[in-house]
C-alpha cells in the first residue's frame, strides 16, 4: 500500500480555498487506494475538517507517529492474507497500516506491555476486526500465539521503546520536562517503581544502572549523590531527581544526562532488554519459513541486540547497514532521528531455540546484585 503525508505546515499561511483544493486532492488519492494522513497543529486540523467537512478523531490526532512506515511496510512485505504479529503496538499507527495492507483475509496480532496504549490501539483498531490487540509482553509470544491457536507467522514487527504518549501523555515519569512520579513502568501493575529503586537500591548496584543502562560516564557521582540526597528526603517526582542532576552535572552535559539516567531507569524497572532478547528469540523461533523480522530500535542497546540475529544459522540480514530515517521525516517527527531499523527473512528452521536465546540474553547487561532487588 502507498502512503502520502501531508503537512498542513506546508501550506501557510492557510487559506479556505487552499484547504479546499488539498481536500480535493486527498479525495482524489483516497479513490486511488493510497493511505493518506494529514499532519498539523491541533487548530489548523479543526480549520481543515471544518472547511471540507470531514470530522476529526476524538483522541487527539498525533498520540504517536508511527516511524519509517514505508520503510517497515516495504520489509515486512506484508501481503493480503498473511498473518503479522505486531509486537509493540503503541498507538496503532503501524497496525493500522498493516491491518489495510493485510485485508479482511489476514490477521494481525498486536501486543503492547502498557494496558493504557492497549485501550488506544484498540480503539483505534475497531474498524478492522481482523485485528486482535491484547495486553501482552512480547516475551510471552509462545503462550499468546498458542491460545489464540495460531500456527503460522508471516512477519513479525518491533518498534523498540516508548511512544510519544509515554512523553507526552502517560504521567508515569517517562519524561524529565514535567512534575511526575518516577514510575517509569510500562505496566503499572508488574514490577516496582524507579522511586523503589533510587531510595532503596545500594550505591554500586545504582552505579552499574547508570553505567550499564545509560552508558552515563558521570554514573559514580551520581549514584553517590543519590545515595546521600535521599536519606534527607526520598526521591519521589522527576523534580527531585532533576534537583539532584543539575547540582551534581556541568550545565553543558544536563540534558544529556538527565536523557541517559531516565533510560537507565526505564530499562531496568521494565527489564526491557531481558525481554528484547527474549521476544527477538521467540518471534524468529516462531516465524514460518521466507517470513520477515523488522525492528525498530532508538539507542545502541537495543540495537546491540537486533544486529546480534546477522550471526545467526537460518537467518537472512535483508539490511546490511541500519536503514535509517529520510531527513524529510527527521523534520516532521524529531522523535524519529535516532531510529534503525533492521530486517531479516529466515531461511530455515531455527532448530536450537534455547541456544538462541541464550546467545542473546548474553548481550544484555546486568548490574551485580541485581536478582535480589526483585
Ligand atoms: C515505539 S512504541 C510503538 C509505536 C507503534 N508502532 C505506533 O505506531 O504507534 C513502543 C511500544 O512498545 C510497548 N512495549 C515496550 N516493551 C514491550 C514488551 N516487552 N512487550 C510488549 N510491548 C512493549 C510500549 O508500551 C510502547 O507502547
Known amino acids: 500500500m502507498t502512503l502520502r503525508?501531508?503537512?498542513l505546515e506546508d501550506f501557510r499561511p492557510l487559506s479556505r480555498w487552499k484547504l479546499l483544493a488539498l481536500g480535493r486532492q486527498i479525495?482524489?488519492?483516497?479513490?486511488r487506494g493510497f493511505q493518506v494522513t494529514v499532519l498539523g497543529r491541533p487548530q489548523d486540523l479543526a480549520y481543515f475538517s471544518l472547511v471540507n467537512g470531514v470530522p476529526l478523531d476524538d483522541e487527539p490526532a498525533e498520540i504517536h507517529r508511527p516511524v519509517m512506515l514505508q520503510e517497515v511496510l516495504d520489509f515486512l512485505q506484508a501481503r493480503p492474507g498473511a498473518v503479522i504479529v505486531d509486537a509493540t503496538a503503541g498507538a496503532g499507527g503501524h497496525t493500522e497500516a498493516l491491518a489495510r495492507t493485510v485485508g479482511p483475509e489476514g490477521r494481525i496480532i498486536a501486543l503492547d506491555r502498557d494496558p493504557e496504549m492497549v485501550r488506544l490501539a484498540q480503539k483505534r483498531l475497531r474498524p478492522y476486526p481482523w485485528v486482535q490487540v491484547l495486553h501482552a509482553d512480547f516475551a510471552r509470544l509462545p503462550e499468546v500465539?498458542?491460545?489464540l491457536g495460531v500456527q503460522e507467522i508471516h512477519g513479525v514487527l518491533f518498534d523498540l521503546g516508548l511512544s510519544s504518549y509515554h512523553l507526552d501523555q502517560a504521567g508515569r515519569g517517562f519524561t524529565f520536562r514535567r512534575p511526575e512520579p518516577l514510575d517509569l513502568r510500562f505496566d503499572p501493575s508488574e514490577g516496582r517503581p524507579a522511586s523503589w529503586y533510587l531510595n532503596?537500591?545500594?550505591q554500586p548496584f545504582l552505579e552499574a544502572v547508570f553505567r550499564l543502562y545509560g552508558e552515563e560516564p558521570l554514573a559514580r557521582r551520581l549514584a553517590r549523590a543519590i545515595v546521600e540526597a535521599?536519606?534527607?528526603h526520598p526521591l519521589e517526582t522527576t523534580d527531585d531527581l532533576n534537583a539532584l542532576i543539575d547540582r551534581w552535572v556541568p550545565v553543558h552535559r544536563r540534558a544529556r544526562t538527565r536523557a541517559r539516567v531516565y533510560q537507565a531507569l526505564r530499562i531496568l524497572v521494565n527489564?526491557?532488554?531481558d525481554r528484547v532478547a527474549e521476544g527477538l528469540a521467540h518471534a524468529l523461533n516462531l516465524l514460518s519459513r521466507n517470513g520477515r523480522l523488522v525492528v525498530l530500535s532508538y539507542h545502541s542497546l537495543e540495537d546491540r541486540l537486533a544486529k546480534a540475529l546477522k550471526h545467526l544459522e537460518g537467518v537472512e540480514p535483508l539490511t546490511k547497514k541500519p536503514v535509517r530515517p529520510q531527513e524529510t521525516e527527521i523534520r516532521r517527527n524529531p522523535r524519529a532521528r535516532s531510529a534503525k531499523l533492521r530486517a531479516y527473512r529466515k531461511t530455515g528452521a531455527i532448530d536450537?531455540?534455547?541456544?538462541?536465546l541464550a546467545y542473546l540474553r548474553s548481550f544484555v547487561p546486568h548490574p551485580a546484585g541485581d536478582l535480589d532487588l526483585l
Not at 479525495?27 to 479513490?31: A, H, N, T, V
Not at 536450537?352 to 538462541?356: I, K
Open 5 to 7: 503525508e501531508v503537512n
Open 27 to 31: 479525495q482524489d488519492w483516497l479513490r
Open 145 to 147: 500465539l498458542q491460545d
Open 200 to 202: 532503596r537500591a545500594p
Open 230 to 232: 535521599r536519606e534527607r
Open 271 to 273: 527489564r526491557e532488554l
Open 352 to 356: 536450537r531455540g534455547e541456544v538462541v
